[in-house]
């Protein structure tokens, strides 16, 4: 009776289905989970008659069900936001790339986190995110290097990050076209040394008692002197027609910091109108000693740290790895995946790079599980199975009844 062991062969198969269905079930919630997908194929079929060139076709009785494949479904995922920093999700097909130091994983699942070595890691598991750090002195991030599993992103929070001197300023606002010559405009800010040390200026404006669309300008500091004077003149219509002036504070003791500090001002849009006066120095490009308190990600992976005395700059880019059949990856479990020999090799690249897809900060990548098309393939599959085994039974009652045809 081969319906008995067809009947068997069946009741296999839709056992291995349930478990399949089961699985994306209990996955449900799972981040960046990607739910698998059973199809089925006829195992083997018995020739009773081959077919001939008469007209007659083939002769054959199937010899039962088996999988096909089980394959993982490796679409989007819905986005939860966290107002997490360091959770990530990926928007397409790319995969984060993890190392414990000995060998490369990749995932889906974006819950990061910094260890106690300041290194950006993987809550679940703490392995390492791997991508590329930023020059140390120039920042910038060369992500045409290989990724080996020492790559790790590392974010140094509390380091300090050295000062810059002040070498340029903005000036805005106006000077009052019906200012008296004999009352000089003072103007005064901060800039600082190569050290970071704070140092007050003064530039000082002084209407020409001659030509009223010209004034005078001068520096001054408590900390150092400046010989350098000059003349700014504007246009009838109040428009300053120098765009810029430069002068150099000499410090009188420099601590170590460099003496001479060169300052470009920039006066394009002071005006000269009749009003009140109100120019004054808007920024300058100095800062002092700070340190690093915090990071963000942008969508393209580059880690931003952010300095205590408001400056920020790149830190490490964060690698995501694409794959020419990421159905073809093998699980690992928590999350996990390696290749196979029919996923491809690891195409690793920084975000929007092919079909890598960018990054969102604060934000998780759910399970792509359809919990009502589940629960619609678990009863297809039950009614399925509870259909084989009654060719089971069926089967055996008919070889009952061959074994009581002497009595």
Known sequence: MISIFTGVAGLQTYQRAVDVIANNIA?????????????????????????????????????????????????????????????VAILGDGYFVLSDGQRI??????????????????????????????????????????IDPSAEIIVPIGTRLAARQTSSATYQGNLDAAQDP????????????????????TLTFTKSAVNPNEWSWAVTSPDGTSADTGVITFTSNGECQTNSIGFTLALTTPGGATAAIPITADLTTVTQLVGTTSAQAVSQDGLPVGSLQ??????????????????????????????????????????????????????????????????????????????????????????????????VTTADEMLQDVLTLKR
Not at 32 to 52: D, I, N, W, Y
Not at 106 to 127: C, P
Not at 182 to 201: E, K, N, R
Not at 305 to 314: A, D
């Open 294 to 391: 915090s990071f963000s990600i942008d969508e393209m992976g580059v880690v931003m740290g952010i300095y205590s005395n408001g400056m920020s700059e790149r830190l490490a880019q964060i690698a995501l790895a694409g794959f020419t059949n990421p159905a073809g990856l093998t699980k690992l479990g928590g999350g996990l995946y390696e290749p196979s020999p029919n996923s491809g090799t690891p195409n690793i690249k920084p975000a929007n790079v092919g079909s890598n897809g960018t990054l969102a900060a604060g934000f998780l990548e759910m399970s792509n599980v359809d919990l009502a098309q589940e629960f619609a393939n678990l009863i297809v599959t039950q009614r399925a199975f509870q259909a084989n085994s009654r060719v």
């Open 27 to 87: 996955n449900v919630n799972t981040i960046g989970f990607k739910s698998a997908r059973v199809s089925f194929a006829e195992s083997l079929c018995q020739t009773l008659r081959a077919g001939s060139e008469s007209g007659i076709n083939p002769m054959q009785i199937g010899l039962g069900v088996g999988i096909g494949s089980i394959e993982n479904l490796v679409t989007q995922g819905n986005l939860e936001s966290t107002g997490r920093p360091t959770d």
């Open 182 to 201: 004999a009352v000089p405009v003072d103007t005064s800010f901060t800039i600082y040394d190569s050290l970071g040390a704070a140092h007050q200026i």
């Open 105 to 146: 994983s990749f995932t889906r699942n974006g819950v990061f986190q910094l260890d106690g070595k300041n290194r950006l890691v993987a809550a679940s598991n703490g392995m390492q995110v791997l991508g590329w750090l930023a020059d140390p002195t120039t920042r910038a991030i060369d992500t045409t290097t290989n």
